[in-house]
Nanobody, 125 residues
Framework: QVQLVESGGGLVQAGGSLRLSCAASGRTFSSYVMGWFRQAPGKEREFVAVISWSGGSTYYADSVKGRFTISRDNAKNTVYLQMNSLKPEDTAVYYC??????????????????WGQGTQVTVSS
């Protein structure tokens, strides 16, 4: 079993930056594909970014490409989401998620096995 705990959310003005962290328990973290998702009020949970187990492959939603960067530190069992040039439409609860399927880099929320509790990001205009 893996437990994921997000942190780093908050209130920021448009154009600002935040860095989210997701700390994982368990010795098998380094073998998991890790993703970030977000959910705004009244909307479905949507894919933001994903990173392979080694960190060598990343993939982003078009809406965040060029502004967000996903990274991981397997020695610290932590995955990060650096968010720059934030926009009001980025306001949402952000979740990290882990996919046990080795080698898969997937964007569908249903593909992921473990989820954190979420952290709120609010971007004011």
């Amino acid at each position: 079993q893996v437990q994921l705990v997000e942190s780093g959310g908050g209130l920021v003005q448009a154009g600002g930056s935040l860095r989210l962290s997701c700390a994982a328990s368990g010795r098998t973290f380094s073998s998991y594909v890790m993703g970030w998702f977000r959910q705004a009020p009244g909307k479905e949970r949507e894919f933001v970014a994903v990173i392979s187990w080694s960190g060598g492959s990343t993939y982003y939603a078009d809406s965040v490409k060029g502004r967000f960067t996903i990274s991981r530190d397997n020695a610290k069992n932590t995955v990060y989401l650096q968010m720059n040039s934030l926009k009001p439409e980025d306001t949402a609860v952000y979740y990290c998620a882990g996919d046990r399927t080795y080698g898969a880099v997937r964007t569908a929320p249903g593909s992921y096995d473990y989820w954190g509790q979420g952290t709120q990001v609010t971007v004011s205009s």
